[in-house]
T-cell receptor
């Protein structure tokens, strides 16, 4: 079963508007972490934001916030006031604590965001 | 800043060749990973290593092997390259803190084309 699902292959937004990128996940582990990474056309993977399963508040990092709905197993990324430089591929990823130290992240298939002026 | 360096940005090889992809990190990280990225498939884990000379298979290890003789270096080996191994290969590293918020640091990727 797919662990991380990103249902939006592509999203389009106007500059200065907010955009939400969807991510749902599947795990039976009560302790897990959720990550969002950005990959611009240069190919580099840039860490954006992290949310732990026990965190009471939604994570925020500047213009990025994570809308964490634990019961629905969703961890949507919200980008406020989009900028042209936000155009990139965005990946949602998860780590399950039960898999032990040093385990890899499981990634979704990604969403391509295009920001227009 | 953590630096993860992949030796080649672009690589073109012929079917049947033995291919080495090299990755070096400079932050004394215990864990290192090789992912493969294909359009529409996201990132898929090939192998990872949590210590020198230790390795674990990921989700798609077939056709690949790895080597970690030194802590800072993790090599991905394609024993006999095939056209279906044409892909972007991403190396990553992390501390082994044992907590879920341990993020991965990635290299810039190697775009491998097998002809």
């Amino acid at each position: 079963a797919q662990k991380i699902t990103q249902t939006q292959p592509g999203m389009f937004v106007q500059e200065k508007e907010a955009v939400t990128l969807d991510c749902t996940y599947d795990t039976s582990d009560p302790s897990y972490g959720l990550f969002w990474y950005k990959q611009p056309s240069s190919g580099e993977m840039i860490f954006l934001i992290y949310q732990g399963s026990y965190d009471q508040q939604n994570a925020t990092e500047g213009r990025y916030s994570l809308n964490f709905q634990k019961a629905r197993k969703s961890a949507n990324l919200v980008i406020s006031a989009s900028q042209l430089g936000d155009s990139a591929m965005y990946f949602c990823a998860m780590r399950e604590a039960l898999r032990g130290a040093g385990t890899a992240l499981i990634f979704g298939k990604g969403t391509t965001l295009s920001v227009s002026s | 800043d953590v630096k993860v360096t992949q030796s080649s940005r672009y690589l073109v090889k012929r079917t049947g060749e033995k291919v080495f992809l090299e990755c070096v990190q400079d932050m004394d990280h215990e864990n290192m990973f090789w992912y493969r990225q294909d359009p529409g498939l996201g990132l898929r884990l090939i192998y990872f290593s949590y210590d020198v000379k230790m390795k674990e298979k990921g989700d798609i290890p077939e056709g690949y092997s790895v080597s970690r003789e030194k802590k800072e270096r993790f090599s991905l080996i394609l024993e006999s390259a095939s056209t279906n191994q044409t892909s972007m290969y991403l190396c990553a590293s992390s501390f082994r803190s044992g907590v879920t918020n341990e993020k991965l640091f990635f290299g810039s990727g190697t775009q491998l084309s097998v002809l």
